[in-house]
């Protein structure tokens, strides 16, 4: 018979773990957490509230003349600066990643007057059902 010393029954190094905590205590994973607080970043830069060296990174389509007129303007899109592929630093720093995150989300996510507590509740459910699908 086995005794549990925690929670769930198992041992420190089992290798169900990772999987028991995201399904049952509705832990992310590393990946989904990055992708969760690049952004709930990205929303603090759109409402103003982080350094504005970070707000300054952060420009939307429709703030853009030349690109007023586009589908992607209505749709709260970041513009995402180029950069070559070859460089995986480049496409991991923030004024990249943060942008192709942004972009990523669902429309509903991308709504502009959604509050703080509200948009980090609907990015976990988002996160949770678009990884579980892969």
Known sequence: MQLCSNILCTHKFNRGLSRLLHTELHWLYVLE???FNLGLMVFNCLHNQAPQYLVNLCQSVSSVASR??????????LIVPRHHLSSSYVRRAFPVAGP??????????????????????????FLFLAYSCT
């Open 68 to 77: 007023q007129h586009l589908r992607s303007a209505s749709r709260c899109l």
């Open 100 to 125: 192709a995150i942004w972009n990523w989300l669902s429309d509903s996510l991308r709504y502009p007057a959604t509050s703080r507590d509200s948009f980090e509740r609907s990015l976990k459910t």
């Open 33 to 35: 957490l990055v992708t």
